[in-house]
């Protein structure tokens, strides 16, 4: 499915801002723990690469799944959404139990069951209760490992470009699960706060991490990403559910 001449300027124009962060950032590094220029050039690749590919995954799906919903199939894509963010859940929940067995259990719990409070109470749909806990849950996470990638560049800068490396496909399948949940938002505005929010919440993790390595303990981080596990496995679920009745044959 092609991007419209709308979306590939928008796109441009969200890139060319990364860009521009992440020379900021880079610059403003110098005169941390790395004083020379290349080790600045080096952060701004650590905080810029996530970034770029965070934003042409989370405007791509936007934009692709806004076109798709359209079609007659287009509950298949909603419930490959689901599962892709119960899959993702499901990560951050094993990588927190295996951190911490008691804080992981614990915090996977509170996620799941608020996210079920969440959307029985509803302030508007179930579809926009789960656009906004998908939102919190990924922005949480990006966090995280916006924190954990400024302290892993902090002690080295190839161990850092390394991560970033690692972590920009990752990146950009999670901002493309926050579009997707936003991709039938009749407000384009809000759907590209959402994706600019979950990459502002990396930026400033990977400053602070860099600043001040290991700036959260790992018992702290483990209950976040327990939370935001089972947040994302219930949101998962029920987007899940709720494409595939939308697709079966209405009964008379």
Do not use: N
């Not at 902090?154 to 972590?167: D, F, K, M, N, T």
């Not at 999670?174 to 959402?194: C, F, H, I, P, Q």
């Amino acid at each position: 499915m092609g991007v419209s001449e709308g979306g590939s300027r928008l796109l441009l124009r969200l890139g060319v801002g990364a860009a521009g962060l992440a020379g900021l950032s880079g610059t403003a590094s110098a005169h941390g723990p790395h004083g020379t220029g290349g080790e600045s050039v080096a952060f701004a690749v650590v905080l810029g690469l996530p970034i770029a590919a965070g934003l042409g995954g989370g405007v791509l799906a936007t934009r692709g799944l806004r076109v798709a919903r359209t079609a007659p199939t287009s509950h298949r894509l909603g419930a490959v959404l689901g599962v892709s963010l119960a899959v993702l859940g499901a990560t951050f929940a094993v990588s927190a139990v295996t951190t911490s067995r008691p804080l992981g259990l614990a915090g996977g719990a509170v996620g799941a069951i608020s996210a079920l409070l969440a959307t029985r109470v509803g302030v508007a749909s179930h579809e926009a209760c789960h656009a906004d806990l998908t939102l919190g849950a990924v922005s949480a996470h990006r966090l995280l490992e916006g924190l954990a990638l400024g302290a892993l560049y902090s002690a080295g800068a190839a161990v850092g470009l390394l991560g970033a490396v690692l972590l920009a496909g990752h990146t950009a399948l999670e901002t493309a699960a926050v579009g997707g949940m936003y991709a039938t938002s009749d407000v384009r505005t809000r759907a590209v706060g959402a994706i600019l929010l979950v990459q502002a919440g990396y930026a400033v993790g990977a400053v602070i991490g860099l600043g001040v390595a290991g700036a959260l303990p790992t018992s702290v981080r483990a209950l976040a990403l327990a939370v935001a596990g089972g947040a994302l496995l219930v949101v998962g679920v029920g987007e899940t559910e709720r494409s595939m009745a939308a697709g079966r044959p209405a009964t008379a």
